[in-house]
T-cell receptor, first 113, second 112 residues
Framework: DADVTQTPRNRITKTGKRIMLECSQT?????MYWYRQDPGLGLRLIYY???????NKGEISDGYSVSRQAQAKFSLSLESAIPNQTALYFC????????????FGEGSRLTVL | AQKITQTQPGMFVQEKEAVTLDCTYD???????LFWYKQPSSGEMIFLIY??????QNATEGRYSLNFQKARKSANLVISASQLGDSAMYFC?????????FGTGTQLKVEL
């Protein structure tokens, strides 16, 4: 089984719907991240959390919210999805921010019609 | 603030040749790391190599090496003896202990 698991892997939804992407990890890491990947734009940070009580906005947090339900779980919500939120979303964890090694989930491809 | 610039949207290289993927960075952190990830067409993100800002020697991992020039703020990835399986998107990034910032990526195609 993967160390970082994202669900769903693929989702098609309509404008205005609420969507939740879930992430769970078995690595025992405190730090968790949500990134968004768009062609030509690379990966951009949406939110990150260093422990259950610590949530921080990334560079593109507008239109998104997160919940850190436990050390192992970090969910990303789109309260009212819009088409320009169509993207590939990655959850990642790290045990030490200084090494640069993030452990990524397999990605969740979201399409908003 | 952190910024990564990858100026090569796409690169081609012949199999068995070496290739250099460019990366320049800007950061306000005194201590930071530089790293590279590979993303094959299947989509997963694969960690390749890490360089600390205070490391005196360039990092190497097998066929990958990071050419770190601190004064130039560059952290180029060198892949020696390219293989067909090296065809992928490559992302450079930097982090100073907190969030990690990525560049826009370089699509590498290895040809026979």
């Amino acid at each position: 089984d993967a160390d970082v698991t994202q669900t769903p892997r693929n989702r098609i939804t309509k404008t205005g719907k609420r969507i939740m992407l879930e992430c769970s990890q078995t690595k025992g890491h405190d730090r968790m991240y949500w990134y968004r990947q768009d062609p030509g734009l690379g990966l951009r940070l949406i939110y990150y959390s260093f422990d259950v009580k610590d949530i921080n906005k990334g560079e593109i947090s507008d239109g998104y919210s997160v919940s850190r339900q436990a050390q192992a779980k970090f969910s990303l919500s789109l309260e009212s999805a819009i088409p320009n939120q169509t993207a590939l979303y990655f959850c990642a964890t790290s045990g030490n921010g200084y090494t640069g090694e993030l452990f990524f989930g397999e990605g969740s491809r979201l399409t908003v019609l | 603030a952190q910024k990564i610039t990858q100026t090569q949207p796409g690169m081609f290289v012949q199999e068995k040749e070496a290739v250099t993927l460019d990366c320049t960075y800007d950061t306000s952190d005194q201590s930071y790391g530089l790293f590279w990830y590979k993303q094959p067409s299947s989509g997963e993100m694969i960690f390749l190599i890490y360089q600390g800002s205070y490391d005196e020697q360039n990092a190497t991992e097998g066929r990958y090496s990071l050419n770190f020039q601190k004064a130039r703020k560059s952290a180029n990835l060198v892949i020696s003896a390219s293989q067909l399986g090296d065809s992928a998107m490559y992302f450079c990034g930097t982090g100073g202990g907190n969030k990690l910032t990525f560049g826009t990526g370089t699509q590498l195609k290895v040809e026979l």
